[in-house]
Nanobody
Framework: QVRLVESGGGLVQAGGSLRLSCAAS????????MGWYRQAPGKQRELVAT???????NYADSVKGRFTISRDNAKNTMYLQMNSLKPEDTAIYYC???????????????WGQGTQVTVSS
């Protein structure tokens, strides 16, 4: 079955950098759009950035200029380079993928289990 696994989270000081990865397995046909979302304690899950299969990107205003989303379609892996981190970036970061399988249509959304990012001031 399809599985998304995030890695790369951790504790970093304000101004520092982290790089998150999301590896997808069990893909039988293709991955359409992918994205990173985050959820801070007591808050709703929010969009961080998305990327299409062709590389088109979209960012939340709060991360523009600091975060960069990318993907390697050959490896079914997505990345989030996070620079100039702020304490308000502290959250659990989840990856999402819109997956098309050989046995079903339309594509189905899948989520990873999340990775904790903590930015200290």
């Amino acid at each position: 079955q399809v599985r998304l696994v995030e890695s790369g989270g951790g504790l970093v000081q304000a101004g520092g950098s982290l790089r998150l990865s999301c590896a997808a397995s069990g893909i039988t046909f293709s991955i359409n759009a992918m994205g990173w979302y985050r959820q801070a304690p007591g808050k709703q899950r929010e969009l961080v950035a998305t990327i299409t299969s062709g590389g088109g990107t979209n960012y939340a205003d709060s991360v523009k200029g600091r975060f960069t989303i990318s993907r390697d379609n050959a490896k079914n892996t997505m990345y989030l380079q996070m620079n100039s981190l702020k304490p308000e970036d502290t959250a659990i970061y989840y990856c999402n993928a819109d997956v098309q399988g050989v046995s079903y249509f339309p594509p189905r959304p899948y989520w990873g289990q999340g990775t904790q990012v903590t930015v200290s001031s």
